[in-house]
């Protein structure tokens, strides 16, 4: 049975945690034009795409991806394949991250929205339009850019990495908001996206000059609406 109550017109975007609780994150509305429902183990719906010998490893609502800090490899997901809702609007993001992040400068980790995706990228202000979570050397950054220039703060998740961490991004007119296990972190009103799409991307990279060490990201819930 659900954990939350489902009434007529809702839609059960995913289940978070394990198979036999499932969530109600929002309703999607007829008249949102641009709902986008994704897993990262949706298989028929995402755009994978990988570099050296990462580890992908898929199990129920979660996948797993872990990269050698000491060697140059990436993975990522996309979902190209379904309507996303343009970065102008209002929009919201929401991510389920576990798993050790390990604390090397080496390793880089993005979820989150993001427009004209390429092979191996990593959004930042200079290059897309985007809105995300980024952890970077076990910081958990909440950040967003508008293709010249990003703005960032660090949302001193517990810890200093993401294990057990839900994170909903929130766009609201000019501002975008950060919450961490629903609490309110950080707003943002400088560098939003000025254009394109919000197809919900995650990417693990390694640069390779880090330590001969292993890092091991979970991926559970990952959903993002137009919303009015």
């Known amino acids: ?11 059960v975007l995913a289940t978070q945690y394990n198979n036999l609780r499932a969530e109600v994150i929002s309703a999607i509305r007829p008249q949102d034009r641009y709902p986008a429902i994704f ?6 719906r995402l755009t994978g795409r990988s570099a050296g010998a990462p580890t992908i490893t898929y199990q ?5 991806i872990a990269v050698d800090a000491n ?3 990436y993975a990522s997901f996309e979902n190209s394949q379904v309507a996303a809702p343009p970065l102008t609007d209002n929009w919201e993001c929401y991510i389920f991250m576990s798993g050790a992040i390990t604390a090397d400068a080496a390793i880089t980790v993005f979820a989150g929205l993001c427009d004209n995706i390429a092979a191996g990228l990593l959004p930042t202000g200079a290059a897309r339009d985007f809105a995300g979570i980024r952890v970077d050397n076990a910081n958990v950054i909440g950040v967003n850019g508008d293709g010249a ?3 960032t703060t660090n949302l001193t998740v517990s810890g200093g990495h993401t294990t057990g961490n839900s994170f909903l991004i929130r766009r609201t007119g000019s501002s975008i908001f950060f919450f961490v296990n629903g609490t309110l972190r950080a707003t ?4 939003l996206p000025n ?5 919900l991307y995650l990417i693990v990279d390694s640069s390779g000059a880090g330590a001969a060490i292993a890092t091991a990201v979970i991926f559970g819930t990952c959903a993002a609406e137009e919303v009015n």
Not at 60 to 64: A, D, I, L, P, S
Not at 188 to 191: D, L
């Open 39 to 44: 897993l990262w183990n949706s298989t028929d």
């Open 71 to 73: 060697v140059n490899e």
């Open 1 to 11: 049975m659900p954990s939350a109550d489902v009434a007529a017109g809702d839609t």
């Open 149 to 151: 220039a990003e703005t």
């Open 60 to 64: 129920g609502t979660t996948v797993t």
């Open 188 to 191: 943002h009103t400088t560098n």
């Open 195 to 199: 254009g394109g799409n919000g197809n």
